[in-house]
């Protein structure tokens, strides 16, 4: 063969004429004869073998050549026998290769073979890789059409031929054939053939699925094998970063790949040539969009977690990032160090330079915590906790890496935020300390090692022996080398003069120092030579004779010479502790026993890890505290995290760590179903899913747990559990029954327990009958016998709990329809309760009273005629209170005669007990309340059902037989459907029972009424009746009489207002304040005239009546039955209450009020003409705050604009200065818009004359910065202006500035007086933004308006009194007002509504 085929570096380089010797294409065939010469190119294949490739090679050129205009069919025929030529040579080449000797002719045949096949191979591969592409983008909007299946059809078949042709060119390439070329060079352009192939299939965005891994494994593998054989190592490091910054799914792709290339083809070098590349990249080219930041940092962290070992050589390179700008690099930088901490860094069997390097990486780690992208710090706190899941965090590191994530709580991003609380749970999770953790139990066993070590460190330092040594010995041992010494220091040589120079400086200072006497200098030249100092003792010794020439000690040294300096030092020396006279010295102890040095070892190490154990804990419950506050933030995720940070601190026992589990609890009635099942299944995981070998113990922990949550729980957390436990028995669990029999076990007391235990059992039970009314309703005489039986008055705590289960099978709260589940008045359980209510009356049991209101309340739900029952109770109740009075004296024999006796006996050595009378007085007010309570729900609820029956029969007994009997259902119906059917009956029904309650009720006859006057004289007499739980007793029981019926409402609505006011005791104020809210709601029209004297007591001396006070009126207002007025300014103070608690519940009500269409819109200006009054004398700091809170509910522009320009209308009106900086402050506090900046111009005459006064000045000029802020520059233009104006009257005053414009705009405009009146925004634009309606403020009323006072003072009277300017204001104002329900109302709304849709 005389010719050498080339690899071309473009396909038409090969019709061109060639070098000498070069290979060059002879015969181009057209499109329509290839089929034809395709098969004969596949007849010489089967006859000849690949080599016929020599010949056949046009024909597959000429398929390249015309690939645009060729069918598919001859392109794929064409790949296929492509792919058997090199399949064919991987085969026949190993024979040629071992061959010893081989002919140079044979050597270029099969050279030029491989080259023109794998050539054509890898050309005609990357033709159709291209094509499969554009196919793939046109057809994939296509969905169900046939072009799109026949696409992927096409394109599954591709990725079938893509693997088989890179499988072949693997097989061929894993051979040795450099031997054919000369001198074993191959050439570059052939290399860069195959290459080019691969890359370009790795450009295809599908090759990182995962149908493609087959692909991607070839592609990897033939790019090895071309790394390490072919010297490809440089091209292929750079190709990684070119199509790493255009291909950011090839991330992951290069990670493996770079992973596989280092270790199974073991080309280390390639991951420094990568990383090298990437560390070379400049800051401001990774802040490049398109610089592909993205890609490489995924590519490093992928590679990080695949060979992180690797990475450690090339860390210094990438280091550098960690300074840079780009948040993505610092990100994938902190990842990869993550990933060697945790699995090349770690353990104990580190080398010094490995700590070293652990270190390091963990103190850059650390510095990242603070870095300033959010992004950086959330994934530097998941390396932790990768790290601490890991167990690679060095115990040194626990203390301070958690002191670092608790501070991350308070973390502005939500991300890091959530990140912090995953690291603290992992180091609960995997603490090295102990299974529980409580600084509280550690304190103990600390102090005592504590003393214990410092015991066997006392007795081992007495044991030590000390060794004494004689100064005359020392002396001797030391003499010969000071006389050389004394010698050099006499004699001194040019270069001792030299080091005496230098040693000048450092013996200097400490001549000075001890030269005040010779005493003290003798002690410090004793001291040199005792260190072996004898250079600077022998100098401060000369020093010392000049210094004191009178000293007997230094006297010698009057002849300075050898001999006498000794004897001087010797004096000095021996001399120098006179009085113990000889020099004692501790040298190195003798060897301890290895027994009593094991021990004090293992002694301090048990104390550091009790202190660090306790440090931990600290920290921990610190943690637990701040998260125990997120439980009610706003976003879920953060939430859902702090439930699981709950779970996993109550799973490992730490202190407090059940008030996180309690405090979570009220989350089961969020709206947010995350949150909801987020608590429900952290509860199935703590309580409900138990631990045991058997069900029993099984049921045992369950009813422990559940019995531990419940003890001195409040009623709300008991309620929300009850919603969790519910659901476990309704559940199907195998579990449930054996449940029910221990909780009854417990509650009786056949098993031994406590009585918190036994009241969580019954309570526990109640809750299971919600599910099953057969759990209590079958055991009802046990609960009577146990729980109110003979035992009753020791225990009325359990009492109150058995009546609340009870309570669980009553119709009101099963909420079950039909006939009324009720029980006869003869029943055991009315029996025993009857009897407990009267004997505790005259017992001085704290708990009775609400065992009583539990107790009431049941036997209105469940008893037949409890009106009876109760009237008997009372009567009985009266008769034991008389029967006490008359055993102590006086005996009074009606209950007319009560409240004399009373009065009487208190005054005669209180033989009347004023507990016993309250008691009584509050058990007639309890059964006033559920009297009234009964008869408008369950009375009225039955005569609706039995009208209802009455009604369903008798439509049953009438057959529709006759058209008139037709006719009259058509009509029923029709008044059904319109409403009318029904309303007769029920008006009537309603009727009745207001009736009963006005009339009979409290009628003289009526035992009710006979206590009436006595509440009256109680609460009217304070002084009289001082006692402060009779005080509470009556003036409760008071207001419960007053809601039987309105007149008895009016009668004594001024007397609890007066106890409202002007009682002492808070517990009775807070009282009244709830009982005045419930009147509100029930009498609405006779409680609105003293709805100021309510506001009054948010502003109470005592925080627990400011409490009571904001959670009732916020009920009352949101609810709509108190109208929202400028009252409300005073829950706008609570905001800067010093109670969090009331701040909270202040905020609260501002944030449901703000759900309401423009309520504190509304509001806001009679809130700041009353917060700005100069009589309420609130500081400057404390109206900023309250005003910024409200402020921030303002959010459209419409509202902003409206309220800059009432505000401004107000300055007109303020009297004092303070007045004007508040109005000052507060629009400045306004979001402003541009619209609202608009306004601000236009009222300039409201304001101009105050700009003077910094505190109106400062607060606009702020207003100007935040406008420019990315305004455009037409409007910063506007601004610019407008501050100017600004800071020239400010400094010069409104005249001095006035003037000059004036003239300057006479000029352009002709008139002086219209440039006054004008404002740097023409009238016709506000105009046109009010719906064609003229406003009646200053700016348009004409040119004159600011001219004359008098008609803008009478332009803006509407404005003071802040009634809305537009149609819109004035809907939002009407609004805002929650009136009491009217006739007029629907009608009034209507003709709202007409007027905004005409």
Same mark, same amino acid.
């Given at each position: 063969?005389?010719?050498?085929?080339?690899?071309?570096?473009?396909? $038409?380089?090969?019709?061109? !004429?060639?070098?000498?010797?070069?290979?060059?294409?002879?015969?181009?065939?057209?499109?329509?004869?290839?089929?034809?010469?395709?098969?004969?190119?596949?007849?010489?294949?089967?006859?000849?073998?690949?080599?016929?490739?020599?010949?056949?090679?046009?024909?597959?050129? #000429?398929?390249?050549?015309?690939?645009?205009?060729?069918?598919?069919?001859?392109?794929?025929?064409?790949?296929?026998?492509?792919?058997?030529?090199?399949?064919?040579?991987?085969?026949?080449?190993?024979?040629?290769?071992?061959?010893?000797?081989?002919?140079?002719?044979?050597?270029?045949?099969?050279?030029?073979?491989?080259?023109?096949?794998?050539?054509?191979?890898?050309?005609?591969?990357?033709?159709?890789?291209?094509?499969?592409?554009?196919?793939?983008?046109?057809?994939?909007?296509?969905?169900?059409?046939?072009?799109?299946?026949?696409?992927? =059809?096409?394109?599954?078949?591709?990725?079938?031929?893509?693997?088989?042709?890179?499988?072949?060119?693997?097989?061929?390439?894993?051979?040795?054939?450099?031997?054919?070329?000369?001198?074993?060079?191959?050439?570059?352009?052939?290399? #860069?053939?195959?290459?080019?192939?691969?890359?370009?299939?790795?450009?295809?965005? !599908?090759?990182?699925?995962?149908?493609?891994?087959?692909?991607?494994?070839?592609?990897?593998?033939?790019?090895?094998?071309?790394?390490?054989?072919?010297?490809?190592?440089?091209?292929?490091?750079?190709?990684?970063?070119?199509?790493?910054?255009?291909? =950011?799914?090839?991330?992951?792709?290069?990670?493996?790949?770079?992973?596989?290339?280092?270790? /199974?083809?073991?080309?280390?070098?390639?991951?420094?040539?990568?990383?090298?590349?990437?560390?070379?990249?400049?800051?401001?080219?990774?802040?490049?969009?398109?610089?592909?930041?993205?890609?490489?940092?995924?590519?490093?962290?992928?590679?990080?977690?695949?060979?992180?070992?690797?990475?450690?050589?090339?860390?210094?390179?990438?280091?550098?990032?960690?300074?840079? /700008?780009?948040?993505?690099?610092?990100?994938?930088?902190?990842?990869?160090?993550?990933?060697?901490?945790?699995?090349?860094?770690?353990?104990?069997?580190?080398?010094?330079?490995?700590?070293?390097?652990?270190?390091?990486?963990?103190?850059?780690?650390? /510095?990242?915590?603070?870095? !300033?992208?959010?992004?950086?710090?959330?994934?530097?706190?998941?390396?932790?906790?990768?790290?601490?899941?890991?167990?690679?965090?060095?115990?040194?590191?626990?203390?301070?890496?958690?002191?670092?994530?608790?501070?991350?709580?308070?973390?502005?991003?939500?991300?890091?935020?959530?990140?912090?609380?995953?690291?603290?749970?992992?180091?609960?999770?995997?603490?090295?300390?102990?299974?529980?953790?409580?600084?509280?139990?550690?304190?103990?066993?600390?102090?005592?090692?504590?003393?214990?070590?410092?015991?066997?460190?006392?007795?081992?330092?007495?044991?030590?022996?000390?060794?004494?040594?004689?100064?005359?010995?020392?002396?001797?041992?030391?003499?010969? =080398?000071?006389?050389?010494?004394?010698?050099?220091?006499?004699?001194?040589?040019?270069?001792?003069?030299?080091?005496?120079?230098?040693?000048?400086?450092?013996?200097?200072?400490?001549?000075?120092?001890?030269?005040?006497?010779?005493?003290?200098?003798?002690?410090?030249?004793?001291?040199?030579?005792?260190?072996?100092?004898?250079?600077?003792?022998?100098?401060?010794?000369?020093?010392?004779?000049?210094?004191?020439?009178?000293?007997?000690?230094?006297?010698?040294?009057?002849?300075?010479?050898?001999?006498?300096?000794?004897?001087?030092?010797?004096?000095?020396?021996?001399?120098?502790?006179?009085?113990?006279?000889?020099?004692?010295?501790?040298?190195?102890?003798?060897?301890?026993?290895?027994?009593?040095?094991?021990?004090?070892?293992?002694?301090?190490?048990?104390?550091?890890?009790?202190?660090?154990?306790?440090?931990?804990?600290?920290?921990?419950?610190?943690?637990?505290?701040?998260?125990?506050?997120?439980?009610?933030?706003?976003?879920?995720?953060?939430?859902?995290?702090?439930?699981?940070?709950?779970?996993?601190?109550?799973?490992?026992?730490?202190?407090?760590?059940?008030?996180?589990?309690?405090?979570?609890?009220?989350?089961?009635?969020?709206?947010?179903?995350?949150?909801?099942?987020?608590?429900?299944?952290?509860?199935?995981?703590?309580?409900?899913?138990?631990?045991?070998?058997?069900?029993?113990?099984?049921?045992? !922990?369950?009813?422990?747990?559940?019995?531990?949550?419940?003890?001195?729980?409040?009623?709300?957390?008991?309620?929300?559990?009850?919603?969790?436990?519910?659901?476990?028995?309704?559940?199907?669990?195998?579990?449930?029954?054996?449940?029910?029999?221990?909780?009854?076990?417990?509650?009786?007391?056949?098993?031994?327990?406590?009585?918190?235990?036994?009241?969580?059992?019954?309570?526990?039970?109640?809750?299971?009958?919600?599910?099953?009314?057969?759990?209590?309703?079958?055991?009802?005489?046990?609960?009577?016998?146990?729980?109110?039986?003979?035992?009753?008055?020791?225990?009325?705590?359990?009492?109150?709990?058995?009546?609340?289960?009870?309570?669980?099978?009553?119709?009101?709260?099963?909420?079950?329809?039909?006939?009324?589940?009720?029980?006869?008045?003869?029943?055991?359980?009315?029996?025993?309760?009857?009897?407990?209510?009267?004997?505790?009356?005259?017992?001085?049991?704290?708990?009775?009273?609400?065992?009583?209101?539990?107790?009431?309340?049941?036997?209105?739900?469940?008893?037949?005629?409890?009106?009876?029952?109760?009237?008997?109770?009372?009567?009985?109740?009266?008769?034991?209170?008389?029967?006490?009075?008359?055993?102590?004296?006086?005996?009074?024999?009606?209950?007319?005669?009560?409240?004399?006796?009373?009065?009487?006996?208190?005054?005669?050595?209180?033989?009347?007990?004023?507990?016993?009378?309250?008691?009584?007085?509050?058990?007639?007010?309890?059964?006033?309340?559920?009297?009234?309570?009964?008869?408008?729900?369950?009375?009225?609820? =039955?005569?609706?059902?039995?009208?209802?029956?009455?009604?369903? +029969?008798?439509?049953?007994?009438?057959?529709?037989?006759?058209?008139?009997?037709?006719?009259?259902?058509?009509?029923?119906?029709?008044?059904?459907?319109?409403?009318?059917?029904?309303?007769?009956?029920?008006?009537?029904?309603?009727?009745?029972?207001?009736?009963?309650?006005?009339?009979?009720?409290?009628?003289?006859?009526?035992?009710?009424?006979?206590?009436?006057?006595?509440?009256?004289?109680?609460?009217?007499?304070?002084?009289?009746?001082?006692?402060?739980?009779?005080?509470?007793?009556?003036?409760?029981?008071?207001?419960?009489?007053?809601?039987?019926?309105?007149?008895?409402?009016?009668?004594?609505?001024?007397?609890?207002?007066?106890?409202?006011? +002007?009682?002492?005791?808070?517990?009775?104020?807070?009282?009244?304040?709830?009982?005045?809210?419930?009147?509100?709601? +029930?009498?609405?029209?006779?409680?609105?005239?003293?709805?100021?004297?309510?506001?009054?007591?948010?502003?109470?001396?005592?925080?627990?009546?400011?409490?009571?006070?904001?959670?009732?009126?916020?009920?009352?207002?949101?609810?709509?039955?108190?109208?929202?007025?400028?009252?409300?300014?005073?829950?706008?103070?609570?905001?800067?209450?010093?109670?969090?608690?009331?701040?909270?519940?202040?905020?609260?009500?501002?944030?449901?009020?703000?759900?309401?269409?423009?309520?504190?819109?509304?509001?806001?200006?009679?809130?700041?003409?009353?917060?700005?009054?100069?009589?309420?004398?609130?500081?400057?700091?404390?109206?900023?705050?309250?005003?910024?809170?409200?402020?921030?509910?303002?959010?459209?522009?419409?509202?902003?604009?409206?309220?800059?320009?009432?505000?401004?209308?107000?300055?007109?009106?303020?009297?004092?200065?303070?007045?004007?900086?508040?109005?000052?402050?507060?629009?400045?506090?306004?979001?402003?818009?541009?619209?609202?900046?608009?306004?601000?111009?236009?009222?300039?005459?409201?304001?101009?004359?105050?700009?003077?006064?910094?505190?109106?000045?400062?607060?606009?000029?702020?207003?100007?910065?935040?406008? +420019?802020?990315?305004?455009?520059?037409?409007?910063?233009?506007?601004?610019?202006?407008?501050?100017?104006?600004?800071?020239?009257?400010?400094?010069?005053?409104?005249?001095?500035?006035?003037?000059?414009?004036?003239?300057?705009?006479?000029?352009? /405009? $002709?008139? #002086?007086?219209?440039?006054?009146?004008?404002?740097?925004?023409?009238?016709?634009?506000?105009?046109?933004?009010?719906?064609?309606?003229?406003?009646?403020?200053?700016?348009?009323?004409?040119?004159?308006?600011?001219?004359?006072?008098?008609?803008?003072?009478?332009?803006?009277?509407?404005?003071?009194?802040?009634?809305?300017?537009?149609?819109?204001?004035?809907?939002?104002?009407?609004?805002?007002?929650?009136?009491?329900?009217?006739?007029?109302?629907?009608?009034?709304?209507?003709?709202?509504?007409?007027?905004?849709?005409?």
């Amino acid at each position: 063969m005389s010719w050498d085929f080339f690899v071309p570096v473009c396909i $038409g380089d090969l019709v061109k !004429t060639g070098g000498i010797n070069q290979y060059v294409v002879q015969d181009v065939v057209s499109p329509k004869q290839l089929p034809s010469s395709i098969s004969r190119f596949k007849a010489a294949l089967r006859s000849q073998g690949p080599l016929c490739i020599l010949e056949h090679f046009d024909t597959c050129f #000429s398929v390249l050549q015309h690939c645009n205009s060729v069918e598919l069919g001859v392109k794929e025929d064409t790949l296929e026998l492509l792919v058997q030529v090199v399949s064919g040579l991987a085969a026949t080449l190993p024979a040629l290769l071992i061959a010893t000797s081989v002919s140079a002719a044979e050597r270029k045949e099969k050279l030029n073979a491989v080259k023109m096949s794998v050539f054509l191979l890898c050309k005609l591969t990357e033709t159709l890789e291209s094509y499969s592409c554009r196919q793939s983008i046109i057809t994939a909007p296509g969905k169900g059409g046939k072009k799109g299946k026949a696409g992927g =059809e096409g394109l599954l078949q591709w990725d079938t031929e893509r693997e088989k042709v890179l499988q072949a060119l693997v097989q061929l390439l894993q051979l040795d054939i450099r031997s054919l070329w000369n001198l074993s060079l191959v050439e570059e352009e052939f290399i #860069s053939c195959v290459t080019c192939c691969c890359y370009k299939v790795l450009e295809n965005p !599908t090759i990182s699925h995962v149908k493609s891994k087959p692909t991607r494994d070839c592609i990897i593998h033939l790019l090895g094998v071309l790394i390490k054989k072919y010297n490809h190592l440089l091209g292929a490091s750079v190709k990684v970063i070119q199509l790493l910054q255009h291909f =950011e799914q090839l991330s992951t792709v290069f990670a493996q790949a770079v992973s596989v290339w280092s270790t /199974e083809y073991g080309v280390r070098a390639i991951i420094g040539e990568v990383i090298r590349e990437i560390g070379q990249k400049s800051s401001e080219e990774l802040a490049r969009e398109g610089s592909g930041v993205k890609a490489y940092s995924t590519f490093l962290s992928e590679l990080s977690g695949l060979v992180p070992e690797l990475m450690i050589p090339n860390i210094s390179v990438l280091i550098t990032h960690l300074e840079g /700008e780009s948040h993505t690099m610092r990100v994938a930088v902190c990842e990869v160090l993550g990933d060697i901490l945790v699995r090349v860094l770690c353990g104990d069997g580190l080398d010094e330079s490995g700590k070293a390097d652990r270190d390091r990486f963990f103190d850059t780690l650390q /510095e990242h915590l603070h870095d !300033t992208h959010s992004h950086v710090r959330a994934r530097v706190l998941q390396v932790y906790t990768r790290i601490v899941n890991s167990k690679a965090l060095p115990l040194c590191r626990y203390s301070e890496v958690m002191e670092l994530a608790v501070g991350r709580l308070m973390d502005k991003s939500i991300n890091a935020v959530k990140s912090a609380i995953q690291l603290l749970a992992a180091f609960i999770a995997h603490n090295p300390y102990s299974c529980k953790l409580s600084s509280a139990d550690l304190k103990k066993p600390l102090e005592k090692e504590t003393v214990k070590l410092r015991e066997m460190k006392e007795k081992l330092e007495g044991k030590a022996p000390v060794a004494v040594i004689k100064a005359s010995e020392l002396w001797a041992a030391m003499e010969p =080398e000071l006389l050389i010494t004394v010698g050099t220091e006499l004699e001194p040589s040019s270069e001792t003069e030299k080091e005496q120079q230098g040693d000048e400086n450092e013996s200097n200072v400490d001549e000075e120092k001890v030269a005040e006497d010779d005493r003290t200098t003798a002690v410090m030249i004793a001291q040199y030579l005792r260190v072996n100092k004898y250079r600077n003792a022998v100098r401060l010794c000369i020093k010392a004779h000049s210094c004191f020439p009178e000293s007997e000690m230094f006297a010698s040294l009057s002849t300075l010479t050898p001999e006498t300096l000794m004897e001087t030092l010797a004096l000095i020396f021996k001399g120098s502790d006179e009085d113990t006279a000889e020099l004692s010295q501790n040298l190195p102890p003798t060897p301890k026993k290895e027994g009593e040095d094991g021990e004090l070892k293992k002694q301090e190490m048990l104390v550091q890890y009790l202190k660090d154990t306790a440090t931990f804990a600290l920290q921990v419950e610190r943690a637990i505290s701040v998260i125990n506050t997120m439980l009610y933030l706003k976003t879920t995720s953060v939430v859902q995290e702090a439930v699981q940070f709950c779970v996993t601190v109550c799973e490992f026992s730490v202190a407090n760590s059940v008030s996180g589990v309690r405090k979570m609890l009220p989350l089961v009635w969020s709206t947010d179903t995350a949150i909801k099942d987020a608590v429900v299944q952290a509860y199935r995981r703590l309580y409900l899913n138990p631990q045991g070998d058997n069900v029993r113990m099984k049921a045992h !922990t369950l009813v422990d747990s559940l019995s531990e949550l419940m003890v001195d729980a409040s009623l709300g957390t008991i309620q929300c559990l009850e919603e969790i436990v519910q659901e476990f028995f309704c559940s199907d669990s195998s579990l449930q029954s054996t449940v029910v029999q221990v909780l009854w076990e417990r509650f009786t007391g056949k098993r031994e327990t406590s009585g918190l235990n036994r009241r969580a059992a019954v309570l526990l039970l109640g809750m299971a009958t919600r599910a099953e009314r057969e759990v209590v309703l079958s055991n009802l005489d046990t609960l009577c016998s146990v729980a109110l039986g003979e035992k009753v008055t020791e225990d009325f705590l359990l009492a109150r709990d058995a009546v609340i289960t009870i309570c669980s099978i009553t119709d009101h709260v099963r909420q079950s329809k039909g006939a009324p589940f009720r029980l006869p008045q003869d029943h055991q359980l009315f029996t025993c309760l009857t009897q407990a209510l009267a004997d505790g009356v005259v017992m001085e049991d704290p708990y009775w009273q609400s065992f009583m209101e539990q107790a009431i309340r049941l036997i209105y739900f469940l008893a037949e005629s409890p009106d009876q029952l109760c009237s008997r109770l009372v009567q009985r109740s009266a008769r034991l209170l008389l029967d006490q009075i008359s055993e102590g004296g006086e005996v009074n024999k009606d209950s007319g005669q009560t409240q004399d006796g009373s009065q009487e006996s208190s005054e005669q050595g209180e033989q009347v007990n004023c507990v016993c009378l309250a008691q009584l007085l509050a058990l007639c007010g309890c059964v006033a309340f559920w009297q009234v309570s009964h008869l408008e729900r369950s009375v009225s609820a =039955e005569l609706r059902r039995r009208r209802g029956e009455t009604e369903e +029969r008798e439509e049953k007994e009438k057959g529709p037989s006759s058209k008139a009997k037709q006719q009259s259902a058509n009509e029923s119906a029709m008044e059904e459907e319109l409403g009318l059917m029904g309303a007769s009956a029920e008006d009537t029904e309603a009727e009745l029972i207001r009736k009963i309650c006005e009339t009979e009720l409290l009628a003289e006859e009526n035992l009710l009424c006979a206590f009436l006057p006595l509440l009256v004289k109680v609460c009217s007499s304070p002084g009289r009746y001082s006692h402060p739980q009779l005080t509470t007793a009556a003036c409760l029981a008071l207001s419960q009489y007053m809601m039987i019926s309105p007149s008895v409402c009016e009668e004594n609505i001024r007397l609890i207002f007066t106890v409202l006011e +002007r009682s002492t005791l808070p517990v009775v104020r807070a009282n009244a304040i709830i009982a005045l809210g419930d009147l509100t709601v +029930r009498f609405p029209n006779i409680l609105e005239p003293w709805t100021q004297n309510l506001y009054a007591r948010l502003s109470d001396e005592v925080p627990s009546v400011r409490q009571t006070a904001v959670t009732v009126l916020t009920q009352l207002v949101l609810k709509d039955v108190l109208k929202v007025k400028g009252q409300v300014s005073e829950v706008a103070v609570l905001l800067i209450d010093p109670e969090p608690h009331i701040t909270s519940l202040a905020l609260n009500f501002f944030n449901e009020l703000a759900t309401k269409d423009n309520a504190i819109y509304n509001l806001l200006p009679d809130i700041i003409s009353r917060l700005s009054d100069p009589e309420r004398g609130m500081s400057s700091e404390d109206f900023n705050t309250i005003m910024k809170q409200l402020f921030s509910y303002i959010t459209k522009e419409r509202q902003t604009e409206s309220l800059v320009e009432k505000m401004c209308q107000r300055f007109r009106t303020a009297k004092t200065e303070r007045q004007w900086c508040d109005l000052a402050t507060s629009l400045s506090l306004l979001s402003m818009c541009e619209r609202g900046f608009k306004r601000l111009q236009e009222c300039w005459e409201c304001y101009s004359d105050k700009l003077t006064e910094p505190g109106v000045y400062q607060p606009l000029l702020s207003i100007t910065a935040k406008l +420019r802020r990315g305004a455009k520059t037409q409007f910063k233009a506007q601004v610019d202006e407008f501050e100017k104006r600004l800071t020239a009257v400010h400094t010069r005053g409104l005249e001095n500035v006035e003037s000059p414009e004036m003239d300057e705009e006479n000029q352009n /405009e $002709g008139s #002086s007086e219209k440039t006054v009146t004008r404002t740097p925004l023409p009238t016709r634009g506000r105009t046109r933004g009010k719906r064609g309606q003229i406003k009646p403020s200053a700016s348009s009323h004409g040119e004159e308006s600011f001219v004359t006072p008098q008609k803008s003072r009478k332009s803006k009277k509407p404005v003071i009194t802040f009634s809305s300017d537009e149609e819109e204001d004035e809907e939002d104002a009407v609004m805002a007002e929650s009136e009491t329900p009217k006739v007029t109302t629907p009608i009034a709304r209507t003709s709202r509504r007409a007027r905004l849709r005409n």
